[in-house]
């Protein structure tokens, strides 16, 4: 038989899925001995049946009359009695906090005939009236229907009328007058009249609160937090205590630290002669809660007891709400305190040194998504004016600087000293040179996994991208928004790439700390030192290796020095922009094999220099460099740019009509799908061979040097396992022809990346010529879905989100249910097939703390990300090796 329905002595912290993180919390406090006002909770499986079925459990009604009668007998007061009547909060509760989303009813048992006991148990007639108008306004609009707003206007109304500026200007007299109006307010609005009885009043509250799980406002709080829909809300009836009631009362919000900096000490708010719903609402300005100690110093001491037992207790940062009736303290709500990424390092590693806590539970409670708000610039201040714009968070950081609206420019400036934005519609990698020089990129289109996003990850920019309510216009050299608001190039924007908001203006800027520490190894304060302590314990603990995805020396000096333990992503593609992107076109527009053979010839020292300089980056750790992947058509100019040259031109000039031909012949209808990564390979004579002589050539040379090359050549884009015999046995005699020239035993690793379905299948064939797989989880995902990741994060993914089809995006944190089960099928199968098999990562998912915890549990040996989400994988892969340990 279900138990619906507990008193606070019955139950425990233990129980927050019955009884709502509240109830449980109350009950625990009443366990400790702290002076809780009596009070009993209604189950979340009451609300669940109450949301099934449109009605409460019949067993309900009996069990809630048994806890009220043991609630009066411990008050000394009962509800509705006339002389000194019990009055009730009716509040809600979930197992997650959701603070202010569902609902609350107070001064439950409050009506006709027992305002007048109150007024003459307190002493005080307006009090009494305040109280019954505040129960008319909250029930009527709570559990009636009736509009807010109607009150509001109501009370409005009579102040005008009285010269009133605030609420408590009005009299008894006026309150009484108000009261009257309310409820008739209520009947014509309702059709029905305010609830006399009591015990009517109670039960209707409590509906209302179940119902309110599913009001708007916390069905978007749960999808935003996810928290799943079917858990249902507890609800918590209480005794009332008042704190308005003279100058020896008061209500306040207190934590055993700060919250906002970890700092020790009691920190709060505290409002003489108010209601929590005052401090909550702001209608009234509160005092520092230091200011107690002055105010009621004995009460102050006990607080500070109470607090002090609390936090032992929870072993953690408690948030304290409490009353003082009449110079009495009573302690209505604690929780475990929500706090900021730098509060939640300091608290930890504090409350490690107080030995509260050990250092499993001290790692535990820091995460990876803490420590990537610290790594980077944030806006001093928070903006309260409405955003420019709005987009996708890409890159997360502050930047400030002058609209700019093409590559050039943007690095004209920056060799000038001055900051730029650059703002593109999309970028593109000839856009590179730009992100380099600029403080923060800015894009119209694309989502995290877009190109912007992606390289500016990768070296640590600020990105907002799919700002969709910008207009960009190249030509005019100028953006606007939706609203008309126009801005021009050299205009001073604000990024934040955190929030995915632009201001306009300049915003002060504060640099971060602790990404200097963690670049140097040195601490600069408790902060920095908190964050080195928790990363060298996750180092001792995590099984998964932690690499960095690099495409230059000095990227993958900043990986090592970020704490990496190799490359497990190194781009080539990315070496053919630039000065070199006219060698590439030679090759593509080569219409032979000898000016084929040139062309290659001439890519080939440039290659190799980057590879010796990236080496010595990395000596000693393994760099996975991956052979050119996108199509070649990338590295040409624009087709319409081109087009409009070839069609205005007299003549025209014949490189352009030779470009134009080439990129009409290698259009695709979907290029993502088409002649790229291992396909290019077999199609483009000679390609592997240049690429892969370049790595032999650099280790080679790094040999000579003394120094302790690793490198390791991965094929992109592999579906099946011929593909990758073919290339391998190029690439082998290729590393056989420079180990003979050279005199130096070049070995490479070979292995692919497992970024098809197909390919995931078969793993297992895949694998017998492999020596390790890299899941390229982009593409991955975007193939496994069908969907185009730069378009769809930009369109129709918000209301994909807003409606609970994906609770996260799913080029963000793994999609375990299907890309996972690709994953872990590759990984059985591969490994099964060839148990020297090595497994990584090098999607944007190596770097998302939720994916890093599936990663572990897969067994992936390591996992790649951009060198500055290092710090934070290395962090979650602690923490998995813990979760899972």
């Known amino acids: 038989m279900n138990h619906y329905v507990y008193e606070f002595a019955e139950g425990s912290r233990g129980m927050a899925d019955l009884l709502g993180g509240k109830g449980a919390n109350l009950a625990e406090m009443t366990r400790l001995g702290l002076p809780v006002p009596p009070g009993f909770t209604v189950t979340t499986t009451a609300c669940r049946v109450f949301l099934a079925t449109g009605t409460e459990p019949p067993e309900l009604g009996v069990e809630v009359a048994h806890a009220l009668a043991g609630l009066e007998r411990a008050a000394g007061r009962s509800l509705g ?132 799980w599913n009001g708007e406002r916390a069905r ?63 209608v009234r300005n509160a005092v520092p809660l230091s200011e107690l100690k002055q105010l009621a110093p004995r009460t102050y001491v006990e607080l500070a007891d109470h607090l002090r037992t609390l936090e032992r207790h929870y072993q953690d940062l408690c948030d304290v709400e409490f009353t003082i009736e009449r110079g009495r303290l009573w302690i209505l709500q604690t929780r475990v305190g929500k706090r900021t990424a730098e509060a939640a390092f300091r608290i930890a590693y504090d409350l490690l040194d107080e030995r509260l806590i050990d250092r499993r539970e001290a790692l535990s409670r820091v995460g990876g998504a803490h420590l990537t708000r610290l790594l980077f610039p944030r806006f001093a201040t928070s903006s309260t004016d409405v955003p420019l714009a709005t987009g996708i968070a890409a890159s997360p950081g502050a930047a400030v600087g002058a609209v700019v609206f093409d590559s050039a420019s943007a690095v004209r400036r920056a060799a000038a000293g001055e900051p730029a934005i650059l ?13 380099i020089a600029a403080q923060a990129v800015l894009t119209t289109r694309g989502g995290k996994t877009s190109h912007a996003a992606v390289v500016a990850r990768g070296m640590g920019k600020v990105c907002v991208c799919g700002a969709g309510s910008l207009t960009v216009d190249p030509v005019a050299r100028c953006l606007t928004t939706r609203s008309g608001v126009v801005v021009h190039e050299g205009d001073t924007i604000s990024v934040d790439g955190t929030a995915g908001t632009v201001h306009l203006g300049a915003l002060p800027l504060t640099p971060s700390d602790v990404g200097r520490a963690l670049e140097s190894g040195k601490q600069t304060g408790p902060l920095s030192q908190a964050v080195l302590r928790a990363l060298s314990r996750a180092d001792a603990v995590r099984r998964l290796e932690v690499r960095a995805n690099a495409d230059t020396p000095e990227d993958a000096a900043r990986a090592r020095r970020f704490g990496a333990q190799g490359i497990g992503l190194c781009r080539t593609e990315h070496m053919f922009l630039g000065e070199r992107k006219a060698l590439v076109e030679a090759m593509i527009l080569a219409d032979d094999d000898a000016a084929r053979e040139q062309a290659l010839s001439a890519l080939l020292p440039p290659q190799r220099s980057d590879f010796t300089a990236i080496l010595a980056a990395m000596d000693g750790l393994p760099v996975t460099i991956r052979l050119l992947d996108p199509p070649l058509h990338e590295f040409l100019p624009d087709h319409t740019e081109l087009a409009v040259r070839v069609a205005t031109a007299a003549p025209p000039d014949p490189r352009d009509v030779q470009l134009l031909a080439a990129v009409e012949r290698m259009h695709e209808r979907n290029p993502m799908l088409g002649l790229r990564g291992v396909r290019l390979a077999l199609a483009v004579p000679g390609l592997v061979a240049m690429q892969v002589r370049a790595i032999a050539e650099a280790v080679a040379q790094r040999l000579r040097d003394g120094g302790s090359p690793r490198a390791e050549i991965m094929i992109p884009l592999v579906s099946t396992v011929e593909e990758l015999r073919l290339v391998r046995a190029e690439a082998e005699r290729v590393l056989a022809e420079v180990s003979d020239e050279t005199g130096q035993t070049v070995h490479c690793p070979i292995g692919t990346m497992i970024e098809l379905p197909r390919a995931a299948l078969t793993a297992g064939r895949i694998a017998e010529a492999a020596d390790f797989f890299s899941f390229g989880t982009n593409d991955l995902t975007q193939t496994t879905w069908g969907l185009s990741r730069d378009d769809a994060e930009a369109s129709f993914f918000p209301g994909y989100l807003d409606r609970g089809i994906f609770t996260d995006s799913p080029f963000e944190t793994l999609d375990e249910e299907g890309v996972g089960r690709l994953v872990t099928i590759a990984v059985q199968e591969g490994r099964a097939a060839n148990s020297r098999l090595t497994m990584g990562v090098c999607g944007e998912h190596g770097g998302d703390p939720a994916s890093i915890h599936f990663f572990h549990r897969t067994g992936i040996d390591y996992v790649s990300c951009s060198p500055f989400r290092v710090p934070a994988a290395r962090l979650e892969a602690g923490r998995a090796a813990l979760a899972v340990g």
């Open 423 to 435: 703002v593109r519609k999309e970028t593109t990698p000839d856009d590179l040179p730009g992100m």
């Open 220 to 282: 978007i709080y749960r999808r935003r937090d996810h928290i799943p829909d079917d858990l249902g809300t507890a609800v918590t009836i209480q005794a009332m205590v008042f704190g308005n009631l003279g100058a020896d009362s008061g209500t306040g919000v207190a934590f055993t630290r700060d919250p906002a900096t970890g700092e020790r000490g009691i920190y709060g708010d505290y409002l003489p002669d108010a209601q929590g719903e005052d401090v909550v609402s702001g």
């Open 81 to 212: 009695r006339t002389d000194d009547p019990l009055l009730l909060s009716v509040r809600s509760g979930g197992r997650y906090s959701m603070p202010g989303m569902m609902e609350t009813i107070l001064d439950i048992g409050l009506c006709d005939a027992t305002v007048a006991g109150l007024a003459k148990t307190t002493g005080q007639e307006r009090f009494a009236w305040d109280s019954y108008r505040r129960l008319l306004q909250m029930f009527g609009h709570t559990v009636m229907g009736v509009d807010s707003e109607l009150f509001e206007q109501t009370i409005t109304s009579l102040k005008a009328a009285r010269g009133a500026a605030d609420d408590r200007e009005l009299d008894a007299a006026d309150l009484i007058l108000l009261t009257e109006k309310f409820k008739a307010l209520i009947h014509r609005e309702a059709g029905e009249k305010f609830p006399q009885d009591p015990i009517e009043q109670l039960h209707r509250a409590i509906r209302a609160v179940f119902a309110s």
